[in-house]
C-alpha cells in the first residue's frame, strides 16, 4: 500500500508558507531565541550587582 502524500509540490508557495504549512512555528522559535539571549545576560547582570 503506497502512503499517503501529506504535502503537494506546489510552484506557487513561497518558502515561509512552505514551513507554515509544515507545522513551523516562529513564536516558539522568538521565544527560544529570547530566553537563550535574555538569561546569560540576566545573570551576569545579577552577578555584576552582587
Known amino acids: ?3 499517503i502524500p501529506r504535502h ?3 510552484e506557487s508557495q513561497t ?3 512552505t514551513f507554515l504549512s ?3 512555528r516562529p513564536f516558539f522559535l522568538s ?3 529570547w530566553a537563550a539571549i535574555a ?3 540576566s545573570i ?3 552577578e555584576m550587582a552582587a
Open 8 to 10: 503537494r509540490a506546489q
Open 44 to 46: 551576569a547582570y545579577f
Open 39 to 41: 538569561l546569560p545576560l
Open 31 to 33: 521565544a527560544a531565541l
Open 1 to 3: 500500500m503506497p502512503p
Open 15 to 17: 518558502f515561509l508558507a
Open 22 to 24: 509544515a507545522g513551523f
